[in-house]
């Protein structure tokens, strides 16, 4: 029956995180930008069961009022312009939101003494480039491009909150989400489930050999909650921490699970080798979550695109 707030609402993992909120019986509260009516949050009637601010994570007064009239008791800050692509093409957007948001957020939440914890979406991106994989937690953070560097910028301005304020605030870092609700068809495994089913070739925009930590949407939810409920542990405030299935794989490997698990392997890959900007290879590790959290994906990828296929399937008929 906690007041919990979810920035983020309507994007790939916010409808997740919110069914295991009101699962969990939370009074689940969110702020929304721009309605999108394809998203789950829509789709699943989440609308329905939930109290809505319409805004942005820019008006600072709207966030205070939120926190401090709906006395928050835990936030969960998913809210993001989170397209690689799209902050290369337009990066001051993505710097505004992604860090003018987080700090708006977390000074907000610091200044209401009700709010007993929060929790930070980071990324793999955050680390950037790096000569030793997997990424640890202390691994440091050197974002180049823009999307990275605004994940870096997210991830150190919530670590200043806990170390200068002692605010009780955590930071997770990922890799790349999937599973069904996901409609940003440029992203690969979308956009691979999409091509099959119209029986046509699937396109690799990348020399194909990038390698990704790709993490199914439920085993992202069920992280964030076990994070959260552990949070009462001061042990583990003001940590940050990898959530990964630890299991790498270079784009072709994971376009060719999918097709290997629709039965299309005949679809052979068109790989056109156009991407730029891009970092070449990033995994995770997350023994430090199995060790602190007791936390360990429940799905995996495999299980995990199995699902995925089952919605999109439904979703494109």
Request: aromatic share 10%; net charge neutral.
């Amino acid at each position: 029956m906690k007041n919990i707030f979810v920035t983020g609402a309507t994007g790939l993992l916010g409808p997740w995180l919110i069914k295991d909120l009101l699962k969990k019986q939370a009074r689940v509260h969110v702020l929304i930008r721009d309605q999108t009516p394809d998203s789950l949050f829509f789709t699943d009637n989440l609308d329905q069961n939930v109290t809505i601010s319409s805004g942005d994570l820019l008006d600072f007064n709207l966030i205070q009022r939120i926190i401090n009239e709906f006395e928050i008791d835990t936030v969960f800050h998913l809210g993001a312009q989170a397209i690689v692509k799209i902050a290369n093409r337009s990066p001051i957007s993505t710097f505004k939101s992604n860090i003018e948001g987080t700090w708006n957020l977390l000074e907000a939440c610091r200044q209401a003494p009700w709010v007993k914890r929060v929790i930070v979406a980071s990324s793999d991106k955050a680390y950037g480039a790096q000569k030793t994989l997997p990424y640890t937690e202390e691994s440091p953070l050197q974002g180049q491009h823009p999307y990275d560097v605004s994940k870096s910028c997210t991830d150190l301005i919530a670590q200043s909150y806990f170390h200068t304020y002692k605010f009780p605030v955590c930071v997770t870092r990922c890799g790349n989400f999937f599973g069904g609700g996901d409609l940003h068809f440029n992203r690969i495994i979308p956009e691979t489930i999409r091509s099959v089913l119209q029986n046509k070739q699937p396109i690799i925009r990348s020399n194909g050999l990038f390698v990704r930590d790709y993490i199914y949407v439920k085993d992202v939810a069920d992280a964030y909650l076990t994070l959260a409920e552990q949070m009462d542990n001061q042990s583990i405030v003001g940590e940050c921490f990898n959530f990964s299935t630890d299991q790498p794989y270079n784009v072709i490997e994971i376009v060719n699970e999918i097709l290997t698990l629709m039965g299309a392997n005949h679809l052979e890959p068109v790989i056109q080798n156009q991407a730029s900007n891009e970092i070449p290879e990033q995994h995770l590790c997350s023994a430090k979550a199995q060790k602190l959290l007791g936390w360990k994906a429940k799905y995996g990828v495999q299980e995990g695109l199995r699902e995925t296929i089952e919605w999109y399937k439904k979703y494109l008929s």
